[in-house]
């Protein structure tokens, strides 16, 4: 009887062993969070991908640190071609099943925003071109814009000057700013006199510069991506061009200031509302130190792409679902976030605005200016 017992005993024992095992087996999976992230990491614009690729990466390690949900990133190398975005951007959809897509540049968000509507997938747009929020109400936008900066430098250049000339590539965010800036500036009585435009090839710009030189100009404006800045001022200083400049946020790019502020003494631009070395960034620049093993890019808009990928985690946390449309409407209810980058406050449309200021390189600094 006794054996019986025990025998019986050991059997149950065995059997609510087993048991758990089987229940812990049978544990649901935490679910990953998959965020593509089309930038440009070779190209021309590679200093513009690179820093927001690590600022993509710090927020993800954040994220699952805090561990309410996983976040695995997908990147994808645009090298600024919407053709290659596309082809990108089907990849993350249909293979890899991305729950949210991050673009950087204008035309590459422009490419991939009608398949992200399309697919119902949120997509946030690190670019300078509003009008990519229009493709489909799960699209947001998260930069600052066209519109902002050239009415800064057009209204800027009202105050002081009655003529100006333009120096812009032949791209679709600097052409667009120049656009703005000569319609606002001659509807406030002002004159463009002349406008030249380069290639991402240009390596001579002397004979546009003598052209600008010699023509009745007060001021020459700047629209560019930097990279082209250090050779267009060397060759100014041989040329003897003397006249004031005036230029987009470009000239905060690490490749605009590979030998420092002192090339662009007394240039006025338009600049983001903070700059790297803000006291707000300091722990966000150690990581980035970490995992760059180099300093965060002048061009601190890395920060809105670490902020991306923060509200994107939000709102997947909250609504306890990856459906762009349920995500879409949560952003636009909520509609302001705390960011890294400062208070983000989001229209009905999808659409952000960032606040620019004007500053000046003097003295070997950058100095904002107060009218």
Same mark, same amino acid.
């Given at each position: 009887m006794l054996n019986m017992k025990k025998w019986l005993s050991i059997t149950m024992l065995g059997i609510l062993v087993v048991g758990s095992f089987n229940f812990a087996g049978?544990?649901?999976?935490?679910k990953v969070i998959k965020i593509g992230a089309i930038l440009p990491l070779t190209g021309n614009l590679a200093f513009l991908g690179k820093p927001e690729q690590v600022a993509i990466q710090i927020a993800q390690n954040e994220i699952n640190k805090e561990g309410k949900i996983k976040v695995e990133i997908i990147f994808g190398d645009s090298k600024a071609d919407p053709k290659t975005a596309v082809s990108i951007a089907h990849k993350m959809i249909n293979i890899d099943k991305v729950d949210a897509i991050i673009t950087s540049?204008?035309?590459?968000?422009? %490419?991939?925003?009608? +398949?992200? %509507?399309?697919?119902? +997938?949120?997509?946030?747009?690190?670019?300078?071109a509003p009008e990519v929020v229009h493709q489909g109400k799960n699209i947001f936008r998260l930069f600052i814009n066209n519109n902002e900066e050239g009415s800064l430098l057009a209204n800027y250049l009202a105050k002081h000057y009655h003529k100006i000339g333009i120096l812009v590539i032949n791209s679709r965010s600097p052409l667009a700013e120049a656009k703005i800036i000569r319609k606002i500036f001659e509807k406030r009585g002002g004159k463009v006199i002349l406008q030249e435009t380069y290639e991402f090839t240009t390596?001579?710009?002397?004979?546009?510069?003598i052209k600008l030189k010699n023509s009745p100009i007060e001021a020459l404006v700047l629209c560019g991506y930097g990279f082209k800045y250090p050779t267009i001022f060397?060759?100014?200083?041989?040329l003897q061009f003397n006249k004031p400049v005036v230029g987009n946020v470009s000239f905060l790019m690490p490749v605009a200031l590979e030998e420092g502020y002192s090339l662009y003494e007394g240039v006025k631009f338009a600049s983001l509302p903070f700059t790297r070395d803000d006291p707000r960034f300091a722990e966000f620049n150690k990581k980035y130190m970490e995992i760059a093993k180099t300093e965060p890019s002048t061009f601190a808009d890395h920060v809105f792409f670490y902020d991306m990928v923060k509200i994107i985690a939000q709102a997947i946390e909250a609504t306890g679902s990856t459906d762009?449309?349920?995500?879409?409407?949560y952003i636009i209810k909520k509609r302001e976030f705390e960011g890294l980058s400062g208070k983000i406050i989001f229209d009905e449309n999808g659409e952000s605005l960032i606040p620019m200021k004007m500053a000046e390189f003097k003295g070997g600094k950058i100095v904002w200016i107060e009218e």
């Open positions: 049978c544990k649901k999976e935490e540049t204008s035309g590459v968000a422009m %490419a991939v925003a009608p +398949i992200a %509507a399309k697919n119902n +997938i949120l997509n946030f747009a690190g670019c300078m390596k001579d710009f002397t004979p546009m510069l060397k060759t100014m200083r041989e762009g449309n349920k995500l879409a409407e």
